[in-house]
Each structure stands twice: as structure tokens, then as C-alpha cells.
């Protein structure tokens, strides 16, 4: 194994934790919403929450992808570029979400 692989999969362990982290605060803020409990802080939490809990989980998933869709002993530039501008696109794209479209109340 390289050390770019090696890299790819620290990176890959280190998002799991993130995600699972992030996945956590983000559901318990939820369901303290749910029930309204500490309903200003679990606001807040939830509304931080989803996106660094979107992005960790993408970049867990792409770096399991490029880890099972290369071989270690070529270089991959290509699909590189291609997976960090998805990660890119979509984290815009959650800002943007997140920015201009208004929150529905019932």
C-alpha cells in the first residue's frame, strides 16, 4: 500500500468518526426537538448539524469509493478531481439550501 492509499484510508477513518459524531448530535437534537425539550439549543444544534453531518458522510462514502474503484500502483488524478469537485458542488449546493430556502412552520 502507498502512501496515498494509506492517506485515503486515514482520511476515510477519520470521517466515520466525524460522521458518527455529527450523525449523534444531530439526531439527539431532533428528537429533543420532537419532544420539546431544551428547544432553543436543540434548535440551534439541529440546524448546525446537517450540513457538516451531510459532508462527512459524502466524504466517508467517495473515499471508500476511490479506495475499491483503483488500483493502489497507478496514480488516479483524474477521478481524484472528479470526486473533490462532487464534494465541492454539493456543499454549495447544501449552503445554498440551506441559505435561500425558507423554513417551513406548520
Same mark, same amino acid.
Not at 51 to 62: D, R
Not at 71 to 94: Q, R, S, W
Given at each position: 500500500?502507498? !502512501? $496515498?492509499?494509506?492517506? %485515503? !484510508?486515514? +482520511?476515510?477513518?477519520?470521517?466515520?468518526? =466525524?460522521? +458518527? /459524531?455529527?450523525?449523534?448530535? $444531530? *439526531?439527539?437534537?431532533?428528537? =429533543?426537538?420532537?419532544?420539546? *425539550?431544551?428547544?432553543?439549543? &436543540? =434548535? +440551534?444544534?439541529?440546524? #448546525?448539524? @446537517? /450540513?457538516?453531518?451531510?459532508? #462527512?458522510?459524502? %466524504?466517508? &462514502? *467517495? &473515499?471508500?469509493?476511490? *479506495?475499491?474503484?483503483?488500483?493502489?500502483?497507478? @496514480? $488516479?488524478?483524474?477521478? @481524484?478531481?472528479?470526486? +473533490?469537485?462532487? /464534494?465541492?458542488? /454539493?456543499?454549495?449546493?447544501?449552503?445554498?439550501?440551506?441559505?435561500?430556502?425558507? @423554513?417551513?412552520?406548520?
Amino acid at each position: 500500500m502507498n !502512501t $496515498h492509499s494509506s492517506t %485515503i !484510508t486515514n +482520511i476515510k477513518k477519520v470521517a466515520l468518526v =466525524f460522521f +458518527i /459524531i455529527t450523525g449523534l448530535l $444531530h *439526531l439527539g437534537s431532533s428528537m =429533543f426537538l420532537a419532544n420539546d *425539550l431544551f428547544v432553543k439549543a &436543540a =434548535f +440551534i444544534t439541529n440546524k #448546525t448539524m @446537517d /450540513i457538516p453531518f451531510a459532508i #462527512t458522510g459524502l %466524504i466517508y &462514502a *467517495l &473515499a471508500s469509493l476511490r *479506495l475499491n474503484l483503483t488500483n493502489p500502483e497507478h @496514480d $488516479h488524478k483524474t477521478l @481524484d478531481i472528479i470526486l +473533490i469537485c462532487a /464534494i465541492i458542488v /454539493i456543499l454549495l449546493g447544501l449552503i445554498g439550501i440551506n441559505l435561500f430556502l425558507p @423554513d417551513l412552520q406548520a
